[in-house]
């Protein structure tokens, strides 16, 4: 039981908007052509590898927070570097996420964009206010749903048959994509840290690795028997389950806020944490001043998050996932 929680835990801090509505899947895969599938799998892969890694590592040096997990991997000058990064981007990815539910409440639901970011802070400040268990708790329901919501829209659609690409970089592009995506995994499995066997960590990686997998091949080839209109949409398998309509649009607005959500919970306990911790306030206090962050940042829109503030944080994740790979192969 606890492999399937952290499982969930880490599978609701991966999948955000980006993920649940297809971009990173055109951006990171789907311009490789042919070669998208392979790509896929790699990074199922690399996420067994992270996970497993990253659950063995906090688990076997009793490590209870993010801080003391960087130092024990890297440099203390990366180490610093990473953290200070890193924190940042656990705020700018809530702020993001929030500003997804206002876009969401608007686009999809036709309702106000400020409503949507009002209702996302509250639903958020009740979990966080309770803690980590809240979240694993609520990840535990909400990701299997996610993942089945995935899968219903993915099976309505057929298969189709891609020329090759003369990009060549789609492992290059799948380890970049799964850096990004697992920043926040060390601070929450840290501070989550109950003590799991070397087994446990194993079935969490695999289970971890073949959801990634799975819900993006489902993602991508809906996307891409939809043809041209959904690849260049800018929610492109919002598109694709809105030409499939019907319960299915219903079914994809689920699969979006709940992705949304689990990863704003997800990144709002690790922004917490850190600003807790770098300017020595309560944990209260810090979801306060998270939020008054959060409401200013809405005036953002999640576009510009994703193509022009993400990228700025790429360094501090491929930094993480190479030091952790290196530490767990060979522990210094």
């Not at 799998?41 to 490590?63: D, P, Q, R």
């Not at 659609?157 to 970049?176: A, P, Q």
């Not at 300017?279 to 001043?289: A, E, V, Y």
């Amino acid at each position: 039981m606890k492999s399937i929680k952290k499982a969930c835990l880490f599978i609701g801090m991966v999948v955000g908007a980006g993920f649940a509505s297809g971009r990173e899947i055109t951006d990171y895969f789907l311009v490789y052509g042919s070669k998208w599938t392979i790509g896929i799998l790699f990074s199922g892969v690399l996420f067994f590898i992270y996970s497993t890694a990253v659950t063995s590592i906090i688990n076997k040096n009793k490590i209870n927070s993010f801080h003391d997990y960087l130092n024990l991997i890297m440099d203390t000058k990366f180490a610093f570097f990473t953290e200070w990064v890193s924190g940042l981007f656990f705020c700018m990815m809530f702020f993001a996420m929030v500003s997804a539910a206002g876009s969401a409440a608007r686009e999809i639901f036709g309702i106000n964009f400020w409503l949507g970011v009002f209702l996302m802070i509250a639903a958020c400040a009740a979990v966080l206010a309770m803690g980590i268990n809240a979240i694993e708790n609520i990840s535990v329901i909400i990701v299997p749903l996610l993942v089945i919501g995935i899968a219903l829209i993915g099976a309505k659609s057929g298969t189709v048959t891609l020329n090759e690409n003369t990009k060549t970089s789609v492992i290059m592009s799948s380890i970049i994509y799964v850096s990004y995506n697992t920043m926040t995994a060390a601070s929450v499995i840290a501070e989550e840290n109950k003590g799991t066997s070397r087994y446990d960590g194993i079935i969490m990686g695999l289970l971890c690795g073949v959801a990634m997998t799975f819900m993006g091949y489902f993602i991508g080839k809906t996307i891409l028997y939809f043809g041209s209109v959904t690849i260049n949409s800018e929610l492109p398998f919002a598109a694709a389950a809105k030409k499939i309509g019907g319960i299915y649009n219903i079914a994809y607005a689920m699969v979006f806020i709940t992705a949304v959500y689990t990863t704003a919970v997800c990144d709002g306990m690790a922004a917490i944490r850190c600003i807790s911790d770098k300017l020595r306030i309560s944990s209260k206090k810090s979801l306060i001043l998270l939020i008054i962050l959060a409401v200013m940042f809405s005036f953002v829109s999640f576009t510009d998050f994703v193509s022009k503030i993400y990228p700025v944080f790429g360094v501090a994740g491929i930094l993480q996932l190479i030091y952790t790979i290196k530490f767990f192969i060979k522990p210094e």
